[in-house]
């Protein structure tokens, strides 16, 4: 029997995950020629509303909309962040939409924990899910380069985009925490 309540779980997680993919990141910092000068950071809001995701729907329902996503590219639409089809198995982003497996299951393991919400345990699981992603991107990259026998660019495109990557993604836990912190205060000021 069909689950619908599950289906449209999935349903939304799939249109956030596709959504918050060509959702760029700016930050806007005061200038002293301008008022205020906006920056184009090169990552997408995808890490951090698949995370609020996880938080909200589980791990199961984000595997299943993540396995669909990944269908959808490779097969069908071009919902990828440059781009789509079975050429993208060649490009290194291809490791790094892999290892959104790994985080979302280790978010899952916090959101698995039914103790009051803490800043802190929400802090170390997200730098360790995220830390995973970039892992199999890593790996991905590395197994890429050594079959193609590109092995000279494997630390440029390690650090183009991993290391580069890396710290952005992890400043980008900042406002799921905010939301996560005022989410806590309103549930204990009832």
């Known amino acids: 029997m069909l689950n619908y309540r599950k289906i449209i779980e999935i349903l ?14 700016f930050i806007a910092l005061p200038d002293k020629d301008t008022i205020i000068k906006i920056y184009d950071i090169s990552i997408t809001w995808q890490i951090p509303l698949i995370i609020l995701s996880t938080l909200i729907f589980r791990a199961e329902v984000l595997i299943k909309a993540l396995t669909l996503y990944l269908i959808l590219g490779l097969f069908f639409l071009p ?16 490791g790094y939409l892999l290892g959104l497996y790994p985080l979302i299951k280790i978010i899952d393991l916090y ?28 790996a991905y990259i590395t197994i890429q380069m050594i079959y193609y026998k590109q092995t000279n660019l494997l630390i440029y ?27 806590q205060n309103k549930n204990y000021n009832k």
């Open 12 to 25: 939304i997680s799939l249109q956030i995950m596709i959504i918050s993919t060509m959702i760029p990141v």
């Open 79 to 94: 919902i990828f962040h440059h781009g789509g089809s079975l050429g993208y198995l060649l490009t290194p982003n291809f």
């Open 111 to 138: 959101n698995k924990n039914k103790f009051k919400i803490s800043v802190y345990r929400f802090i170390r699981y997200g730098i360790l899910g995220i830390s995973s992603m970039h892992l199999v991107g890593i």
């Open 157 to 183: 495109n390690i650090s183009k985009y991993s290391f580069a990557k890396f710290g952005l993604h992890i400043l980008m836990l900042l406002p799921i925490t905010i939301l996560l912190r005022n989410i």
